[in-house]
């Protein structure tokens, strides 16, 4: 739901960021990974009992990454793998923050954070789906920036979840209640998104 106006904010900067990084020889795959293992470097934190101002800042240059490989392709050149890189490291990102508070207080966390992920892989079938449907119909869209997939709009994406992220790592005994929450609002953009594919290619 945030996406498209969290665009408007970063897109100048990131794409200032991608062409420096660009000029200097980075490669969009190598930020791509980057990020991912800043990531999973928060993920290992989460599980280990970390929580706080380090650890967020580490999955906020995270996501920073995740935001500047785009801009380093569209300085350099984009490719189809780096897309499909790209997709596979954020959903790989989604899923481990989740585990890691799991692994963090099994007997605590152990339901509410398997819900959240059922709820992330629902979510993500219908998200991708809609994608390759898409890609068969001809349809674009620039509503949130140039990608290498058709991203559909949705009531939770990646600037919630980021947001949400960031509130169970400064305040980790929050996690049942909003795992439980937030799991049901990706529940509902499921939903909605195959009532639209509904509409849109029967």
Not at 55 to 74: C, E, H, I, Q, T
Not at 147 to 174: D, H, N, Q, R
């Amino acid at each position: 739901m945030l996406d498209g106006l969290m665009r408007g904010v970063i897109n100048t900067p990131l794409d200032e960021g991608g062409r420096w990084l660009a000029a200097r020889g980075a490669s969009a795959n190598a930020v791509t990974l980057a990020g991912l293992a800043l990531g999973l470097v928060a993920a290992v934190l989460i599980g280990f009992g970390w929580s706080g101002l380090l650890v967020a800042a580490v999955l906020l240059a995270s996501r920073l990454a995740d935001g500047l490989d785009g801009a380093v392709a569209r300085a350099r050149g984009k490719s189809d793998f780096g897309g499909f890189l790209d997709i596979v490291c954020d959903f790989a990102f989604y899923g481990a923050i989740p585990l890691a508070f799991v692994l963090r207080d099994p007997g605590a966390n152990g339901v509410a954070g398997a819900f959240l992920l059922f709820s992330f892989y629902v979510n993500a079938a219908t998200f991708l789906g809609y994608a390759i449907l898409a890609e068969k119909h001809g349809l674009e869209t620039r509503s949130r920036g140039e990608k290498s997939l058709y991203f559909t709009a949705g009531l939770m994406e990646g600037t919630e979840t980021i947001l949400c992220f960031l509130v169970l790592v400064l305040w980790p005994a929050l996690f049942v209640p909003l795992a439980w929450i937030f799991g049901v609002l990706c529940v509902v953009t499921a939903l909605a998104r195959i009532l639209l594919a509904a509409r849109t290619f029967r």
